[in-house]
């Protein structure tokens, strides 16, 4: 079995206070692994961004702790968790959050600009990062040039560009059709088999659960179930992007 690349222990997370005082997460304990694509599901308002944005270090804990990659981040400041994001995670959100003004090849350069690899060779890896998800073709193309799905595989390729030991994904495709949805969950399937990553995906799609390795479904802030997923077997994208 491969090490745990990221570990909650009794965790729980109070949001607001007084009479608008939410308990977001109750008492969570959740280990991911590396090689596993885990889809984390449950109804509008259950816990499931809250517990995404705990395990990658964007909101504390109220009470318990959170492990990445061995590191706890119990009492750890801004900057310390900035540098367990910068160093560790990868994140995918709904809606790209690309910039309108760079270029496809600029947005996942980005990326690693942040973590001070510039250059050359940071413009080699955003242009392998971008092919690995079939859009070498697209690397000049700017984000209104771009289709949805397009637009999802540039941040995908952001997200992977660093080689990052988990990758976080909230509703990543909740803003497309369907079959661009099952293409996203197939890039990230592939992502997930380096048996050195792992990749959680929120979701309330049950249609692509045949990607996950694992189905753990959460309600009123508790999980409430864990279940073994059937896996589907990526296919090898084209160099045109197409042909999942």
Do not use: W
Not at 230 to 237: A, D, E, F, R
Request: hydrophobic share 40%; aromatic share 4%.
């Amino acid at each position: 079995m491969s090490d745990a690349i990221m570990a909650a222990e009794s965790v729980s997370k109070v949001l607001g206070s007084g009479a608008g005082q939410v308990h977001a997460l109750k008492d969570i304990n959740l280990t991911l692994r590396g090689g596993e694509l885990t889809m984390l599901m449950g109804p509008s308002g259950s816990g499931k961004t809250t517990l995404l944005s705990v395990l990658g270090c964007m909101l504390a804990p109220t009470a318990g702790t959170v492990q990445v990659c061995g590191q706890s981040t119990e009492g750890a400041g801004a900057e310390k968790l900035a540098a367990i994001r910068r160093d560790h995670i990868g994140f995918i959100f709904q809606n790209y959050h690309l910039f309108p003004t760079l270029t496809a090849g600029e947005n996942v350069q980005l990326a690693l600009d942040v973590r001070g690899q510039r250059g050359r060779n940071a413009r080699s890896k955003a242009y392998e990062a971008l092919a690995r998800v079939g859009l070498a073709h697209k690397i000049p193309s700017y984000p209104g040039e771009l289709s949805g799905g397009e637009q999802q595989r540039v941040a995908i390729a952001r997200a992977i560009v660093s080689d990052p030991s988990a990758i976080l994904a909230d509703e990543p495709t909740a803003a497309l059709d369907g079959a661009n949805g099952q293409s996203i969950l197939s890039i990230l399937a592939a992502t997930a088999r380096d048996p050195n990553r792992s990749v959680l995906v929120v979701t309330h799609d049950s249609r692509l659960t045949s990607f996950a390795n694992r189905i753990i479904t959460i309600e009123d802030g508790r999980l409430t179930g864990e279940r073994r997923g059937s896996s589907g077997t990526p296919k090898l994208l084209t160099a045109a992007g197409d042909g999942y």
